[in-house]
Nanobody
Framework: QVRLAESGGGSVQAGGSLRLSCVSS????????MGWFRQAPGKEREGLAY???????????NAADSVKDRFTASQDDAKNTLYLQMNSLIPEDTAMYYC?????????????????????WGQGTQVTVSS
């Protein structure tokens, strides 16, 4: 059973930066799609960034247009950790941030901004940006 644990959230003033981490455990495959999502109160969950990799080799990565100038996803496969570097934060970035993953050795592995592409989810970490 895959477990994902996010950390790194907190309160920050506008213009500041945070780096979120997501540690994965329990996976038996090295072929994976991992992504970051967020959900603000009263809003739908929004996909922010994803990485498709096999082991440490990244084959695809992308960030949503709404954040790509400020947010960057990366991974340290040796530490089973996915990161989200968030710069120039604005109050509209206030939300619960979630890490998601899908591991599969064979077969179709869609990787994108749609939450249906992911099988496993963390509990989330809160980010609050004040003006």
């Amino acid at each position: 059973q895959v477990r994902l644990a996010e950390s790194g959230g907190g309160s920050v003033q506008a213009g500041g930066s945070l780096r979120l981490s997501c540690v994965s455990s329990g996976a038996t495959s090295i072929r994976k799609c991992m992504g970051w999502f967020r959900q603000a109160p009263g809003k739908e969950r929004e996909g922010l960034a994803y990485i498709y990799s096999i082991g440490s080799q990244i084959y695809a990565s992308n960030a949503a247009d709404s954040v790509k100038d400020r947010f960057t996803a990366s991974q340290d496969d040796a530490k089973n950790t996915l990161y989200l570097q968030m710069n120039s934060l604005i109050p509209e970035d206030t939300a619960m941030y979630y890490c998601a993953a899908k591991y599969t050795t064979y077969g179709d592995l869609r990787c994108g901004f749609d939450e249906v592409d992911y099988a496993d989810w963390g509990q989330g970490t809160q980010v609050t940006v004040s003006s």
